[in-house]
């Protein structure tokens, strides 16, 4: 018998009511995300309530994220959000089979949501997130109600029960629409952001550094590269989408505490003396023995000839990075004053102009400090201010004011768990210390004492070296482990400590077995 209403008023049943709600948000949902696909300007409501979130995480909960999923955890976190909408609707379509006005204020809600996480976006035109938001609520609105009264028994016997397949029918062909138009506006979203124009070449630098000669890398099969390429570079940030700046009207300004505040344009940036070196680069959120690490060929223009132009304040302790959308980072100004430390507005990675995901059209690198307090990617604004008056994005969420990459080294090959045949093997890797050189890297079999590695030619200071060493391997089960010394003579400590604060210490081991 039929649910009904005390006016006696047949009700569809719980479930199709649930799915009612999801079907409709869904429906909504994939509107939208169309819409960003193909109108710029127009937000995908996924990816701003993602940054929403994002911008609301507690202390730790970066670290947990990246642990438990790497670099795939802006998929998981949209995903999230899709089904985090989904469900919520569900439950809006069950409450408006006897209250549908309550149910049209709860997807009003998760409108208005969608158009306050949007209009954070610099990048989002606000009349287009208000127009979308407007019709993503009246589209979701008006299904829901359409399949609420499909899902309504009839009151009368019915053979068969047409109301039930008519319900059953608009619903699966909704579904299959609404993952279709997400599917094709995601699809051109990511396709928009990876053809955005991108200046086709940056002017050769004022001293080209010298070619990489052959001791510069160890020829191992599956050592990493000496040079990471620009594809396969590691990419951590708080963007869920990759920002499509235009070099026509972006702007840099250096501000704050200097006597001379100025801006300037990506032309006036290309117009300046250009300059390239090799820095590797690193994330704090690298576990020892991760791959949150990368060594590029970096070019651009020098941050001292830009802090000399302004006139740096003498009590200005802090430089501060801020990208398009706000987010911040900030390392002391006593960085730059020792000798090798040349940080750069960088413009160009590996002979290309700076790739979209890695900071187009500028970003810092500063060799020697981890990313997260340095290198700033879609940089828009240089702030010179002191230590105590401002904290970076992410300090006040627990991670270190201060933060010196610290002295890591790898095994590469062979695999922790691989099984492999008696006789030599090679084990190999790299070890890194920007800005510091590394001076020797040593490997430990089992419990015998440690012994050289042989390291390639370093470029400079502040990019990592490979490391080989030749193992006469005999069967059994075995510990390997490895260390670095740093230019400093201070030895990789085996102490373990997790990422947050300021890095994760430790030597990386691993286990294998030879037959």
């Not at 250009?274 to 990368?294: M, P």
């Not at 695999?415 to 890194?432: H, M």
């Amino acid at each position: 018998m039929a649910e009904t209403t005390p006016n006696s008023r047949p009700l569809p049943g719980i479930v199709p009511a649930a799915l009612a709600g999801v079907i409709a948000a869904g429906a909504a949902l994939a509107g939208t995300e169309l819409l960003a696909g193909l109108v710029t300007g127009a937000p995908s409501v996924v990816l701003e309530i993602g940054a929403l979130l994002i911008s609301l995480q507690p202390p730790g909960a970066k670290q947990i994220v990246v642990d438990l999923f790497g670099t795939a955890d802006k998929v998981v976190l949209e995903i999230a959000v899709v089904l985090g909408a989904l469900g919520l609707a569900g439950g809006i379509g069950v409450v408006s089979r006897r209250r549908p006005g309550l149910g049209r204020l709860g997807l009003a809600g998760i409108g208005i949501l969608g158009l306050f996480a949007s209009l954070r976006d610099p990048l989002v035109e606000p009349i287009l997130a208000l127009l979308s938001g407007v019709a993503g609520v009246a589209l979701a609105t008006w299904l829901l109600g359409t399949l609420l009264r499909l899902a309504t028994p009839s009151g009368t016997p019915e053979m068969p029960d047409w109301s039930r397949r008519r319900f059953i029918g608009s619903s699966v062909g909704l579904a299959g629409v609404a993952v279709a138009g997400a599917g094709v506006g995601r699809l051109l979203l990511n396709r928009r952001g990876e053809t955005a124009p991108v200046p086709t070449g940056i002017p050769a630098a004022d001293q080209l550094v010298s070619p990489l000669g052959a001791d510069a890398s160890l020829d191992v099969p599956g050592i990493s590269d000496i040079v990471t390429s620009n594809e396969t570079f590691y990419r951590i940030d708080t963007s869920l989408f990759t920002p499509r700046l235009d070099a026509e009207t972006w702007q840099l300004t250096v501000d704050g505490m200097v006597d001379h505040p100025f801006t300037l344009g990506y032309a006036d940036l290309l117009a300046m003396p250009q300059h390239e070196q090799y820095v590797t680069i690193a994330c704090v959120s690298n576990e020892v023995g991760g791959n949150l690490v990368g060594n590029a060929l970096w070019k651009g223009v020098r941050l001292q000839e830009l802090l000399d132009r302004a006139g740096v304040q003498a009590g200005a302790t802090q430089v501060v990075g801020r990208s398009y959308d706000g987010w911040t980072a900030g390392f002391p100004t006593a960085w730059l004053a020792e000798p090798g430390r040349e940080a750069l507005v960088a413009l160009a990675m590996n002979g290309e102009p700076l790739p979209a995901p890695h900071g187009f059209p500028a970003r810092l690198i500063v060799p020697g400090l981890y990313g997260y307090v340095s290198a700033t990617k879609w940089l828009t604004q240089i702030e010179l201010t002191t230590l105590e008056a401002f904290d970076g994005y992410w300090v006040p969420l627990g991670w270190a004011k201060e933060a010196p990459i610290l002295t890591q080294s790898r095994i590469d090959v062979p695999r922790g768990g691989a099984t492999l045949a008696a006789g030599q093997i090679a084990v190999a890797g790299v070890a890194w210390a920007p800005d510091r050189g590394v001076a020797a890297v040593e490997v430990q079999i089992d419990d015998r004492p440690w012994a050289p590695a042989v390291i390639s030619a370093p470029i400079s200071d502040a990019t990592w070296v490979q490391w080989l060493y030749r193992w006469d391997a005999p069967a059994g089960n075995h510990i390997i482990r490895v260390r670095a010394t740093d230019g400093d003579g201070v030895v990789q400590t085996d102490a373990q400590t997790e990422p947050a604060p300021d890095g994760s210490r430790g030597r990386h081991t691993i286990g294998l077995t030879v037959r």
